[in-house]
């Protein structure tokens, strides 16, 4: 995962994934950071945590 932050916005590039099911099965999961994820992009000093998870319903 790639973050950025540009003019006061956050930019952030994932690869992704084959569609898989989801621990419950109602959504096919695309890309995920499977939990948080801090990231080398900052704010007053200190780092941003991402928890991201993008799907698609089937």
């Given at each position: 995962m790639?973050?950025?932050i540009r003019d006061n916005k956050l930019y952030i590039e994932?690869?992704?994934d084959t569609?898989?099911?989801s621990s419950s099965g109602?959504?096919?999961?695309?890309?995920?950071?499977?939990?948080?994820?801090?990231?080398?992009?900052m704010i007053n000093g200190k780092p941003v945590v991402i928890?991201?998870?993008a799907y698609i319903k089937p």
């Open positions: 790639n973050v950025e994932i690869e992704l569609p898989t099911p109602k959504t096919l999961v695309v890309a995920s950071t499977h939990g948080n994820a801090v990231t080398s992009a928890g991201l998870n």
